[in-house]
Each structure stands twice: as structure tokens, then as C-alpha cells.
């Protein structure tokens, strides 16, 4: 069984982690605000997902395979950065109106399924999630500890993930701040698409 000292170590890792702003963080702000509560919890349920995969691929000691391998790191790398770009590219040059109509207009709305499908793709091709997980269950969690305990401190990860994720959620498709961004949707969109384009950038060259 998982001790307490670990469970506690690991419950504030990942508690800060989700509270840093990567690509999931403001994937999740972009689709609350913009989009709603519905998008929004969907989009986490993606990123949770794409998590627990994570976790079976860093218990099994797949992550690190991927993570040495000269094939599949670049190309995990590269795939996640163009999926981001892409992302960025959507929000930075879609709902081209004139400027009357940015006042009325809200951003086309996304779909459940494409606010999962975001959620999970972004998961699963960040190269930061593999390094993350990896040194969760390789450095600080101790490689002799039993399978079944890994699952339980990876169930943890899960339940505080969600939970700062899901608040993020639903504060960010509050009805009070919908209220103030009414008239500037399509240009937070676009202040979004930047900081995605960034975000993509920055895993190549990093």
C-alpha cells in the first residue's frame, strides 16, 4: 500500500504541475472560456485520459523506451509541436468578420467530441508528459515498489489532476467572466492561438 509521505510528495507534484501553464492549461482556459462548461469538462476528460495512458506506458517502462528511442522521441517531439501550431493556426485565422461583427459574433462553437479529441491528442504527443511521468515513477516513486502501489499513486495523480482541471473548468465558464469577455471572444481567441503557436516552439526547440 501506498505510504503516506509518498502519496502526500506526489499528490503536491502533480497538484503544481497542473496548476503550471502548458499546453493542457490553456487548451482547457481557451475551450471554457470561449467555447463552454460543456467543451470544457470534455476537453479534461481528454486530458485525463490521454494521462492514464501515461501512467500504464511509464508503469510498464514504455515511456522510457520512447524516451531513448532516436525514431520515436523526434518524432513524438515534432508531431506534438505541429499538433499545437496547428491549434494556434485555427484560432488565429478563423472567424474572419468585419470589426461590427467581432462585436456580436461568439467563436464558432466546438463539438464534445473535438473538445475530448484536443484534450487527449495534446496529452498523449506532449514530449513533457513522457519526461513527467517518467521521473515520477522512475526517480521519485522507488523502481522496487510493487505494480499495484504505482497504480495507486497513479490514481492519485488522476483524482488531483481532475480536480484542478475541473475547477479550472468550470471558474473559467462562470457566467462572470463569459459577462465581461462578450464582446472580445474572437480576440482572446486569437490572444490564445499565440500562446499555443509559443507553445509549439518552444517543444522544438527545447
Known sequence: MPTVSYAATIALIHFLAALSPGPNFILITRNSLLHSRK????????????????????IFGISLLIYKSPTLHPILQYGGAAYLFYLGLQSLFKNKTSTQQHLIKRPK????????????????????????FITIFAVVIDMATPTITKWLYGLI????????????????SHAWFKDRIQNFQNVLDKIFGLLLLAVSLKIVFN
Open 157 to 172: 495523480m488522476i483524482v488531483v489532476g481532475f480536480f484542478v482541471y475541473s475547477t479550472e473548468a468550470y471558474l473559467f
Open 109 to 132: 462553437q466546438i463539438s464534445i467530441l473535438q473538445a475530448y479529441q484536443m484534450g487527449i491528442t495534446t496529452t498523449l504527443l506532449n514530449p513533457k508528459s513522457i519526461i513527467y
Open 39 to 58: 467543451a470544457g469538462f470534455f476537453t479534461v476528460a481528454g486530458v485525463m485520459s490521454g494521462g492514464l495512458i501515461h501512467i500504464a506506458l511509464a
